[in-house]
Protein backbone atom coordinates (compact mmCIF):
# COMPACT_ATOMS: atom_id res chain seq x y z
CA UNK A 1 0.00 0.00 0.00
CA UNK A 2 1.77 3.41 -1.22
CA UNK A 3 2.53 5.98 1.63
CA UNK A 4 0.78 9.84 1.24
CA UNK A 5 3.08 12.68 1.87
CA UNK A 6 1.86 15.71 2.68
CA UNK A 7 4.21 18.60 2.03
CA UNK A 8 4.07 22.62 2.79
CA UNK A 9 5.95 25.38 1.84
CA UNK A 10 5.85 28.99 1.43
CA UNK A 11 2.08 28.64 1.68
CA UNK A 12 2.43 26.31 -1.02
CA UNK A 13 0.89 22.12 -0.43
CA UNK A 14 1.28 19.04 -2.15
CA UNK A 15 -0.43 15.96 -1.96
CA UNK A 16 1.24 12.93 -2.94
CA UNK A 17 1.65 8.82 -3.13
CA UNK A 18 4.82 7.16 -2.76
CA UNK A 19 5.17 2.92 -2.90
CA UNK A 20 6.17 1.15 -0.20
CA UNK A 21 10.30 0.70 -0.86
CA UNK A 22 10.49 4.15 -2.75
CA UNK A 23 13.45 6.45 -3.23
CA UNK A 24 15.14 9.16 -0.74
CA UNK A 25 12.04 11.77 0.01
CA UNK A 26 14.58 14.27 -1.98
CA UNK A 27 14.95 12.33 -5.01
CA UNK A 28 10.71 11.46 -4.71
CA UNK A 29 10.04 15.19 -4.06
CA UNK A 30 12.11 16.05 -7.55
CA UNK A 31 10.57 13.17 -9.62
CA UNK A 32 7.13 15.22 -9.15
CA UNK A 33 9.09 18.50 -9.99
CA UNK A 34 8.42 20.22 -6.44
CA UNK A 35 11.90 22.75 -6.24
CA UNK A 36 13.01 22.13 -3.14
CA UNK A 37 16.78 23.50 -2.65
CA UNK A 38 19.81 21.36 -3.07
CA UNK A 39 23.04 21.60 -4.46
CA UNK A 40 24.83 18.20 -4.06
CA UNK A 41 23.17 16.08 -5.38
CA UNK A 42 22.13 13.87 -2.35
CA UNK A 43 24.76 13.54 -0.61
CA UNK A 44 24.48 15.08 2.39
CA UNK A 45 26.79 17.61 2.39
CA UNK A 46 24.86 21.03 1.15
CA UNK A 47 22.46 20.92 3.74
CA UNK A 48 19.82 22.30 1.32
CA UNK A 49 16.75 20.18 1.34
CA UNK A 50 16.28 20.16 5.09
CA UNK A 51 12.66 19.33 6.00
CA UNK A 52 10.72 19.54 9.15
CA UNK A 53 8.77 16.49 9.73
CA UNK A 54 5.19 17.31 11.01
CA UNK A 55 4.12 13.74 11.68
CA UNK A 56 4.99 10.56 10.56
CA UNK A 57 8.23 8.17 11.31
CA UNK A 58 11.39 10.10 10.69
CA UNK A 59 14.68 7.76 11.39
CA UNK A 60 17.39 9.66 12.28
CA UNK A 61 20.35 9.03 9.90
CA UNK A 62 24.36 9.90 10.53
CA UNK A 63 24.30 12.68 8.62
CA UNK A 64 21.50 14.20 10.12
CA UNK A 65 23.13 14.14 13.57
CA UNK A 66 25.80 15.92 11.97
CA UNK A 67 24.00 18.74 10.79
CA UNK A 68 21.07 19.39 13.31
CA UNK A 69 21.42 20.19 17.26
CA UNK A 70 19.88 17.96 19.30
CA UNK A 71 16.60 20.37 19.63
CA UNK A 72 16.29 20.52 16.23
CA UNK A 73 16.27 16.53 15.74
CA UNK A 74 13.71 16.57 18.67
CA UNK A 75 11.20 18.88 16.69
CA UNK A 76 11.83 16.74 13.54
CA UNK A 77 14.44 18.41 11.07
CA UNK A 78 15.80 15.93 8.69
CA UNK A 79 17.52 16.02 5.27
CA UNK A 80 15.28 14.77 2.83
CA UNK A 81 18.26 13.40 1.20
CA UNK A 82 19.10 10.85 3.81
CA UNK A 83 15.29 9.85 4.49
CA UNK A 84 13.37 7.18 2.87
CA UNK A 85 9.33 7.00 4.12
CA UNK A 86 8.47 4.26 5.64
CA UNK A 87 5.11 5.68 6.75
CA UNK A 88 2.85 8.24 5.98
CA UNK A 89 4.44 11.65 6.47
CA UNK A 90 3.41 15.54 7.00
CA UNK A 91 6.48 17.77 6.10
CA UNK A 92 7.38 21.49 5.70
CA UNK A 93 10.51 22.86 3.79
CA UNK A 94 12.12 26.16 4.21
CA UNK A 95 13.91 26.17 1.07
CA UNK A 96 12.49 26.29 -2.46
CA UNK A 97 13.32 27.48 -5.54
CA UNK A 98 10.56 30.05 -6.88
CA UNK A 99 10.45 29.27 -10.90
CA UNK A 100 8.86 32.73 -12.07
CA UNK A 101 9.25 34.70 -14.95
CA UNK A 102 9.87 38.65 -15.00
CA UNK A 103 8.46 40.21 -18.28
CA UNK A 104 9.52 43.38 -20.59
CA UNK A 105 7.10 45.00 -23.24
CA UNK A 106 9.08 48.06 -24.72
CA UNK A 107 6.56 48.30 -27.62
CA UNK A 108 4.18 46.29 -29.60
CA UNK A 109 6.01 44.43 -32.51
CA UNK A 110 5.73 45.70 -35.98
CA UNK A 111 7.05 42.45 -37.92
CA UNK A 112 7.16 38.57 -37.50
CA UNK A 113 9.96 37.97 -35.16
CA UNK A 114 12.77 35.11 -33.72
CA UNK A 115 14.38 34.86 -30.39
CA UNK A 116 17.84 35.95 -28.98
CA UNK A 117 18.58 33.27 -25.77
CA UNK A 118 21.13 33.51 -23.47
CA UNK A 119 20.89 29.91 -21.94
CA UNK A 120 22.46 30.21 -18.31
CA UNK A 121 23.37 27.60 -15.53
CA UNK A 122 21.60 29.59 -13.14
CA UNK A 123 19.03 31.82 -15.42
CA UNK A 124 17.16 32.00 -18.72
CA UNK A 125 16.67 34.96 -20.32
CA UNK A 126 15.01 35.81 -23.63
CA UNK A 127 14.39 38.52 -26.25
CA UNK A 128 12.44 38.53 -28.93
CA UNK A 129 13.65 40.58 -32.16
CA UNK A 130 11.56 42.19 -35.17
CA UNK A 131 12.45 44.15 -37.65
CA UNK A 132 12.77 47.30 -35.17
CA UNK A 133 15.19 45.29 -32.67
CA UNK A 134 13.99 44.35 -29.44
CA UNK A 135 10.13 44.61 -28.41
CA UNK A 136 10.14 41.82 -25.47
CA UNK A 137 12.23 40.80 -23.05
CA UNK A 138 11.28 37.52 -20.65
CA UNK A 139 13.48 36.18 -17.90
CA UNK A 140 13.36 33.16 -15.54
CA UNK A 141 15.55 31.03 -13.02
CA UNK A 142 16.49 27.94 -15.05
CA UNK A 143 14.01 25.35 -14.17
CA UNK A 144 16.90 22.21 -13.99
CA UNK A 145 18.04 23.84 -10.93
CA UNK A 146 17.04 21.14 -8.96
CA UNK A 147 18.62 18.70 -10.82
CA UNK A 148 22.05 20.55 -9.41
CA UNK A 149 22.53 24.01 -8.80
CA UNK A 150 26.12 24.36 -10.30
CA UNK A 151 27.39 22.83 -13.19
CA UNK A 152 29.24 20.34 -12.42
CA UNK A 153 26.75 19.14 -9.79
CA UNK A 154 24.16 18.91 -12.79
CA UNK A 155 26.55 16.45 -15.17
CA UNK A 156 26.73 14.45 -12.40
CA UNK A 157 22.65 14.68 -12.28
CA UNK A 158 23.16 13.20 -16.26
CA UNK A 159 25.07 10.75 -16.05
CA UNK A 160 23.84 9.01 -13.05
CA UNK A 161 19.88 9.36 -14.95
CA UNK A 162 20.41 10.71 -18.41
CA UNK A 163 20.72 13.76 -20.44
CA UNK A 164 17.34 13.17 -21.83
CA UNK A 165 15.84 14.20 -18.25
CA UNK A 166 17.48 17.41 -18.18
CA UNK A 167 16.84 17.95 -21.76
CA UNK A 168 12.97 17.85 -21.60
CA UNK A 169 13.18 19.81 -18.15
CA UNK A 170 14.75 22.46 -20.38
CA UNK A 171 12.23 22.23 -23.26
CA UNK A 172 9.34 22.03 -21.39
CA UNK A 173 10.18 25.17 -19.69
CA UNK A 174 11.29 26.85 -23.07
CA UNK A 175 7.55 26.09 -24.37
CA UNK A 176 6.31 27.50 -21.55
CA UNK A 177 8.53 31.01 -21.56
CA UNK A 178 7.76 30.88 -25.71
CA UNK A 179 4.00 30.49 -25.36
CA UNK A 180 4.00 33.67 -22.97
CA UNK A 181 5.84 35.65 -25.61
CA UNK A 182 3.52 34.67 -28.55
CA UNK A 183 0.65 35.78 -26.42
CA UNK A 184 2.18 39.17 -26.14
CA UNK A 185 3.16 39.13 -29.51
CA UNK A 186 -0.86 39.61 -31.27
CA UNK A 187 -0.66 39.18 -34.66
CA UNK A 188 2.73 39.12 -35.47
CA UNK A 189 4.05 35.49 -35.95
CA UNK A 190 7.48 33.92 -34.16
CA UNK A 191 9.27 32.85 -37.28
CA UNK A 192 10.30 29.42 -35.06
CA UNK A 193 14.10 30.68 -35.01
CA UNK A 194 16.67 31.28 -32.11
CA UNK A 195 19.94 32.29 -31.59
CA UNK A 196 21.17 30.70 -28.41
CA UNK A 197 24.20 31.54 -26.63
CA UNK A 198 25.56 29.27 -23.44
CA UNK A 199 28.01 27.58 -21.60
CA UNK A 200 28.97 23.77 -22.90
CA UNK A 201 27.12 21.91 -20.69
CA UNK A 202 23.60 23.99 -21.37
CA UNK A 203 24.70 24.00 -24.35
CA UNK A 204 24.94 19.93 -24.17
CA UNK A 205 21.64 19.71 -22.64
CA UNK A 206 19.90 21.80 -25.01
CA UNK A 207 20.91 19.89 -28.16
CA UNK A 208 20.85 16.11 -26.15
CA UNK A 209 24.54 15.36 -26.68
CA UNK A 210 26.03 13.15 -25.00
CA UNK A 211 27.82 14.12 -21.93
CA UNK A 212 30.33 12.35 -20.48
CA UNK A 213 33.59 13.74 -22.75
CA UNK A 214 32.50 16.82 -20.60
CA UNK A 215 31.82 15.56 -17.34
CA UNK A 216 35.13 13.53 -17.31
CA UNK A 217 38.49 13.87 -18.97
CA UNK A 218 39.20 15.13 -21.59
CA UNK A 219 36.77 17.55 -20.86
CA UNK A 220 35.18 18.51 -23.84
CA UNK A 221 32.04 18.56 -25.29
CA UNK A 222 30.95 16.53 -28.36
CA UNK A 223 31.30 19.84 -30.64
CA UNK A 224 32.59 23.56 -30.40
CA UNK A 225 31.00 24.59 -33.66
CA UNK A 226 28.05 26.22 -33.55
CA UNK A 227 24.66 23.71 -34.06
CA UNK A 228 21.51 23.32 -34.94
CA UNK A 229 18.50 21.29 -33.66
CA UNK A 230 14.41 21.00 -34.41
CA UNK A 231 12.86 21.02 -31.02
CA UNK A 232 9.30 20.95 -32.36
CA UNK A 233 6.69 23.40 -31.85
CA UNK A 234 9.65 25.57 -31.32
CA UNK A 235 11.53 25.03 -34.67
CA UNK A 236 15.70 25.63 -35.40
CA UNK A 237 17.65 26.59 -32.34
CA UNK A 238 21.09 27.38 -33.15
CA UNK A 239 23.70 27.20 -30.38
CA UNK A 240 26.59 29.66 -30.80
CA UNK A 241 29.92 28.30 -31.08
CA UNK A 242 31.85 27.83 -28.22
CA UNK A 243 35.42 28.66 -27.79
CA UNK A 244 36.45 25.97 -25.22
CA UNK A 245 35.84 23.36 -23.07
CA UNK A 246 34.28 25.41 -20.55
CA UNK A 247 34.52 28.84 -22.37
CA UNK A 248 30.89 29.56 -24.41
CA UNK A 249 29.00 30.69 -26.65
CA UNK A 250 28.40 34.11 -23.98
CA UNK A 251 31.88 34.57 -24.92
CA UNK A 252 30.94 34.09 -28.59
CA UNK A 253 28.36 36.95 -28.39
CA UNK A 254 30.24 39.57 -26.40
CA UNK A 255 32.89 38.99 -29.37
CA UNK A 256 30.94 39.38 -32.22
CA UNK A 257 29.19 42.29 -30.56
CA UNK A 258 32.52 44.39 -30.18
CA UNK A 259 33.78 43.29 -33.64
CA UNK A 260 30.46 44.82 -35.05
CA UNK A 261 31.20 48.03 -33.09
CA UNK A 262 34.49 47.90 -34.17
CA UNK A 263 36.04 47.63 -30.16
CA UNK A 264 38.81 45.67 -31.44
CA UNK A 265 40.70 48.30 -33.45
CA UNK A 266 41.20 49.92 -29.40
CA UNK A 267 45.21 49.38 -28.10
CA UNK A 268 43.95 47.74 -25.08
CA UNK A 269 40.58 45.57 -24.03
CA UNK A 270 38.93 43.37 -22.09
CA UNK A 271 35.64 41.04 -22.37
CA UNK A 272 34.60 39.34 -19.25
CA UNK A 273 31.65 37.20 -18.60
CA UNK A 274 31.08 37.59 -14.60
CA UNK A 275 28.74 34.15 -14.10
CA UNK A 276 27.10 32.53 -11.37
CA UNK A 277 29.48 29.61 -11.19
CA UNK A 278 32.20 30.90 -12.92
Same mark, same amino acid.
Given at each position: ????????????????????????? +???????????????????????????? $??? $???????? @???????????????????????? +???????????????????????????????????????????????? @??????????????????????????????????????????????? *???????????? $???????????????? *????????? =???????????? *???????? =??????????LSAGLFWLWQRDEMKKSTWILMDVGTNS
Amino acid at each position: MPFLIKAASHGQTWELKTSLSGPTL +LDFLYSKEIPIRSSCMGKGICHQCRVRV $VKG $VAPISSAD @RKTFSSNALEEGWRLSCQLRPKSN +LEIEFPQVYQVGEHLQKFREPISDWWLAVDLGTTGIEIAAIDHGGEWC @RLRSLNAQVIMGADVMTRLEYAQRLGVEALHHRLLRQLKKLVSIIVT *EAGNCRYLLRAE $VAGNSAMVSFLHCWPI *EPLAVSPFQ =PVQLAGATSSLG *ELGEWKSL =PLLNSFVGGDLSAGLFWLWQRDEMKKSTWILMDVGTNS
